[in-house]
């Protein structure tokens, strides 16, 4: 058993985010096999991912504010505290906060095998999109 060192808050990339989006990491992958990544993400009011997708899924639980998540068929859902979404494999997705709250999740999904492979990056989420 093993207590890590707390790791510092990182700004996520403004290449994968719109606006102020802070990471907190909780569990990364290990040696022994784990693949697990989970991170506590902060947006502030209008802050959004860019559009990606994952090779094995995404789980979100909102745990503070107002979640706005968008697929590429066009479909937004609002999510509140204590809902959880999940995203299918290969689903190409977007989230971010409301216009106007902050809102944290925990983001939680496996690596894939090729860990390179585990996320695919697209381009920004544009303001039409977002507000759609």
Same mark, same amino acid.
């Given at each position: 058993?093993?207590? @890590? ?15 102020? #989006?802070? !990471? @907190? ?10 693949? +697990? ?16 997708? =994952?090779?094995?899924?995404?789980? !979100?639980?909102?745990?503070?504010? #107002? &979640?706005? #998540? ?14 959880? !979404? ?6 190409? =997705?977007?989230?971010? &906060? ?6 944290? =999740?925990?983001? +939680? !999904? ?14 920004? #989420?544009? @303001?039409?999109?977002?507000? &759609?």
């Amino acid at each position: 058993m093993e207590i @890590d060192p707390q790791k510092p808050t990182v700004k996520n990339p403004a290449a994968r985010f719109a606006g102020d #989006v802070w !990471l @907190d990491p909780i569990a990364f992958p290990r040696e022994d096999g784990q693949r +697990m990544t989970v991170a506590k993400v902060r947006f502030a009011p209008g802050a959004r991912t860019a559009w990606h997708s =994952h090779a094995v899924g995404q789980t !979100l639980h909102i745990t503070q504010g #107002v &979640a706005w #998540v968008g697929t590429r068929g066009g479909t937004k859902m609002e999510a509140h505290q204590g809902q959880t !979404l999940y995203c299918p494999p290969n689903e190409e =997705h977007w989230h971010g &906060a409301s216009a106007d709250s902050f809102m944290e =999740h925990l983001a +939680m !999904l496996d690596n894939a095998e090729d860990p390179s492979t585990t996320t695919a990056w697209f381009e920004h #989420v544009t @303001d039409d999109e977002y507000r &759609a």
